[in-house]
């Protein structure tokens, strides 16, 4: 009944070949982007803008950069955190440097130079592979958080070696520094968010995207029927970097309004980013986002339930959120190792037979 | 199960409705994480300090005072979701306990117009209150504790540091670096040379940076910690028998569950306070009268007297004291975060109002304006005695070197002042 191509029938290629081929998928994502773009802002109040909904775009944003390079090229990192971090400092050095320029440029800039950077990073997992990889991100992650301390041109040589937003306006509207309202904060990170999925989706499923997931299955096959593993694996760290740079920039510029390196972009960032994929869906656009609400909504429910509604003391319900979130990714993880996004299929599989299931 | 979920809505929407007649007060506690063992005896010490004002009298001028409780776990992020949630209850004053997380509120709380009181931490050019309105960090800070321990060094070393080596072992994060400006400052002037050691969080692992100590064999050591990384930097100093009277910790890392670990070892360790310390102060037996005896003492209450609840207790009592002077100044008992700021901003304390609340010759006495936020800055040394395990004043409270401090204090909130825009007050 719902979810079907039955009397859904194509006349062009172009129609063949559309991201959401069915037509109540289709409906379904005009609704998501009507009530994001439409209604949630008219709604929105600074404590569901600054406890949810930035959160929850900026993370998704980081999901999907790194879902594009472990999920769909293979290639495991640990350093997350520390090229979110690069995004963070490049667009406090950017603002502060060329205040006239709108934030907007900023934080497109700041994903470039992260893009180059975890590039460099990348440069190693043409010689080795999974475990070894890791290991060379998470000296990438170790590094950069040092650096960023160590270097006092980065934080503009402040005492604290803190880095604080300035205020930057697009069209007049303050998105960054204190005056800022929800509805506007929340629609600046939504637009990026809109757009880096819309340009994942495109190139995970065209022939850049085709070429990551033959090295990701099989590299040797891969380079075999032709495609090219620098090549390949390169472009992943760089479209990967560009989407965690935007992430890092948001998180500090629009989210944070003040950062540091070792508090902010530490390794438990990096592994977070890396459950909320796991959790999520590796090699799915959709799963990012999942994992990503996943992660961000349940602590908050969770404090929500306990302290506010059954009165338990803080410390007690801080504590039985770790266990319950400790457990839910272990239960996932055996479960449903292919995250949210499996369920989320098969529950469309479900639908497509419903109510005549064989 | 229907009615009984029911009435849990109700009782939770009545405790909501008539929040607002009550003066609020959000403690952003962490009782988890590598830093509960510092936050759990300030949480207390600040919670049951509240008790005590409403159950002896009735709350502050009649009206109760409300205590909202909010698990951070130093993490900023937290603590921004536990402002967001907060601020909408009529909150009077943040003391967030946390020098990142007032980073973070500090343009937040600016243009939500609530005061931010960042006790002893924090961002010390907000001393300047020309530039940051909204924060104040009185009686004293980072850079004031900086000077008092040098010139504590210097008194010890004869009168002269010509020529000798002082390290800073530091937390690597915004609050261990704070010191840094001002300690090279002072190097230049004092003639000592000045060697920055920093332990990355948690801190669980200093072996390395004490190896250095050893191999550098400084004649001094300041320590800027702060949970965890306080245990075991004493133990380490114990370890390679650093001599404990030139190991000198700011009060974030002398109370005593950092020097008990360490045994005898630990002996002579000392460390800068800005309040008195002990629990010979009237207010204590009024806290277990009301609040210990009567079950309503916050968390495990085994914290009672120790350096930290002390710390909780002087800065709900210093909130307490400005919300009293706004009542006043206002002649309304239902005050806003307006009036509380106002009232901060001319808050006097002196040793009447501390004997008043039981805490007689307590801190200092200091006097805040419209230009300084920061008090008089004035601070003491404590020595940790391992056998009688008390901690001990073993000078007065001191004024720092403010030719040092308030020429670095001008440069820094002026460049804050220039990169966000803000015009000068007070004029």
């Not at chain 1, 800039?109 to 180059?116: E, F, H, R, V, Y």
């Not at chain 1, 055996?334 to 369920?343: D, R, V």
């Not at chain 2, 080596?165 to 003639?191: C, D, M, R, V, W």
Request: proline share 4%; aromatic share 14%.
């Amino acid at each position: 009944m719902f979810y079907r191509e039955a009397g859904d029938f194509k006349t062009s290629y172009t129609d063949d070949n559309q991201t959401f081929p069915i037509k109540f998928d289709r409906y379904r994502y005009y609704v998501v982007l009507t009530v994001a773009f439409g209604i949630i802002p008219f709604l929105i109040n600074d404590y569901w803008a600054n406890a949810f909904l930035l959160p929850f775009l900026i993370y998704s944003i980081a999901a999907i950069g790194l879902n594009i390079l472990t999920g769909y090229c293979g290639q495991v990192s640990l350093g997350t955190g520390g090229f979110m971090a690069v995004g963070a400092y490049a667009c406090y050095k950017l603002m502060t440097a060329f205040p006239d320029v709108n934030i907007f440029f900023h934080v497109i800039a700041a994903g470039g130079i992260t893009a180059i950077v975890c590039t460099a990073f990348g440069l190693p997992s043409l010689r080795i592979k999974g475990f070894y990889l890791a290991v060379a991100t998470l000296a990438a992650q170790f590094f950069l958080v040092w650096l960023f301390n160590k270097v006092s041109w980065f934080y503009n040589y402040s005492a604290s070696g803190q880095i604080n937003a300035p205020e930057r306006t697009v069209f007049g509207v303050p998105v960054t520094g204190a005056n800022t309202e929800a509805w506007a904060t929340y629609l600046f990170c939504l637009v990026f968010l809109a757009i880096s999925a819309i340009i994942a989706r495109n190139l995970t499923r065209g022939m850049q995207g085709r070429k990551w997931m033959a090295i990701r299955d099989m590299d040797i096959a891969a380079e075999i029927i032709g495609v090219n593993p620098l090549r390949a694996k390169l472009s992943a760290f760089a479209v990967s970097g560009f989407f965690i740079g935007i992430s890092g920039a948001l998180f500090f510029a629009v989210y944070l309004g003040a950062a540091e390196a070792g508090d902010s972009f530490g390794i438990q960032k990096s592994f977070l980013v890396l459950f909320m994929i796991i959790i999520g869906g590796l090699g799915s656009i959709f799963g990012s986002f999942a994992g990503a609400a996943f992660l961000v909504l349940l602590p908050v429910a969770l404090k929500l339930v306990g302290v506010d509604f059954l009165g338990w003391p803080t410390d007690i319900v801080a504590h039985i959120q770790l266990i319950i979130v400790g457990a839910l990714i272990i239960i996932f993880l055996i479960a449903e190792p292919h995250g949210i996004a499996q369920l989320w299929r098969v529950a469309k599989e479900k639908l497509r037979l419903w109510p005549f299931p064989h | 199960m229907k009615i009984k979920l029911t009435t849990m809505a109700l009782t939770a929407l009545m405790a909501a409705g008539p929040a607002m007649a009550d003066l609020v007060f959000p403690s952003l506690s962490y009782r988890t994480g590598p830093f509960a063992a510092g936050g759990i005896p300030f949480a207390d010490g600040y919670a049951d300090y509240f008790t005590l004002l409403n159950e002896r009298d009735g709350g502050i001028g009649g009206v109760p005072a409300k205590l909202i409780e909010c698990e951070t776990a130093y993490n900023t992020e937290k603590g921004v979701e536990c402002y967001e949630s907060t601020k909408d209850e009529g909150a009077l004053i943040y003391q967030p306990l946390s020098t990142g997380i007032t980073y973070q509120l500090i343009p937040k709380a600016t243009a939500d117009g609530i005061p931010i009181h960042s006790m002893g931490y924090g961002r010390t050019s907000a001393k300047n209150g020309k530039v940051f309105s909204h924060v104040f960090n009185y009686p004293v800070n980072y850079w004031d504790g900086a000077s008092v321990g040098i010139n504590h060094f210097k008194k010890q070393a004869g009168g002269s540091l010509e020529g000798k080596k002082i390290t800073l072992l530091h937390f690597n994060g915004a609050y261990g670096k704070e010191p840094i400006p001002t300690l090279e400052a002072l190097s230049a002037q004092e003639g000592f040379s000045l060697n920055t050691i920093a332990i990355d969080y948690p801190g669980q692992e200093q072996k390395s940076q004490w190896l250095q100590i050893r191999r550098e064999r400084p004649d001094y050591v300041l320590f800027w910690g702060w949970g965890v990384m306080n245990q075991v930097a004493v133990q380490e100093a114990s370890n390679i028998r650093f001599p404990m009277e030139n190991f000198m910790g700011i009060w974030w890392s002398g109370a005593e569950l950092d020097v008990l670990p360490a045994g005898d070892g630990a002996n002579g360790y000392k460390a800068l306070q800005f309040h008195n310390v002990g629990s010979d102060f009237p207010i204590f037996d009024d806290i277990k009268q009301y609040v210990t005896d009567a079950g309503k003492a916050a968390g495990a209450g085994d914290q009672i007297g120790t350096v930290l609840y002390n710390r909780g207790v002087y800065a709900a009592f210093l909130a307490a004291e400005a919300a009293k002077a706004a009542q006043a100044a206002n002649g309304t008992k239902e005050i806003t975060a307006a009036m509380m700021r106002d009232s901060m901003e001319a808050l006097t304390i002196d040793e009447a109002k501390m004997a008043a609340a039981g805490l007689p010759g307590f801190g200092p006495e200091f006097q805040v304006s419209c230009e300084n936020h920061g008090g008089g800055g004035m601070a003491a040394v404590a020595q940790w005695d391992a056998t009688a395990k008390t901690w001990s004043l073993i000078s007065d409270f001191e004024a720092s070197d403010s030719g040092i401090i308030e020429p670095l204090i001008m440069a820094d909130s002026k460049a804050f002042a220039d990169e966000n825009g803000i015009a000068e007050r007070c004029n």
